[in-house]
């Protein structure tokens, strides 16, 4: 089995807020944005018009792997709050 087919099976119960938070002015002067190509649910991405990353947390798998790569430190990253996130079911 894929792993995309693996990460179908999960069920996620979004939080109405973010538990990731991004500091738009560290992003902005960002080269590298490592939290797009780290993210195995590809959450992260920029926004050309504006130049401000995004990130739909409504699919996070709670790695914290964004949080690592980002070497600024831009990157907020907290668990959701209790009885949201992520269940993960394996196929």
Same mark, same amino acid.
């Given at each position: +089995?894929? =792993?995309? #087919?693996?990460? @179908? !099976?999960? @069920?996620?119960?979004? *939080?109405?807020?973010?538990?990731?938070? !991004?500091?738009?002015?560290? &992003?902005? /002067?960002?080269?590298?944005? +490592?939290?797009?190509?780290? &993210?195995?649910?590809? !959450?992260?991405?920029?926004? #050309?018009? /504006?130049? *401000? +990353? =995004? =990130?739909?947390?409504?699919?996070? !798998?709670? &790695?914290g792997s964004c949080k690592i @790569?980002?070497? $600024?430190?831009?990157?907020?990253?907290? $668990?959701?709050?209790d009885g949201c996130g992520v269940? $993960?079911?394996?196929?």
């Open positions: +089995m894929k =792993v995309e #087919e693996k990460i @179908a !099976l999960d @069920a996620i119960k979004n *939080d109405r807020e973010s538990h990731i938070k !991004l500091d738009q002015k560290i &992003c902005g /002067t960002c080269r590298e944005r +490592m939290c797009i190509p780290v &993210c195995p649910g590809h !959450l992260y991405s920029l926004n #050309e018009e /504006t130049g *401000d +990353m =995004v =990130v739909e947390y409504a699919g996070c !798998l709670e &790695c @790569a980002c070497i $600024y430190k831009s990157i907020d990253w907290n $668990y959701p709050a269940q $993960y079911r394996y196929g």
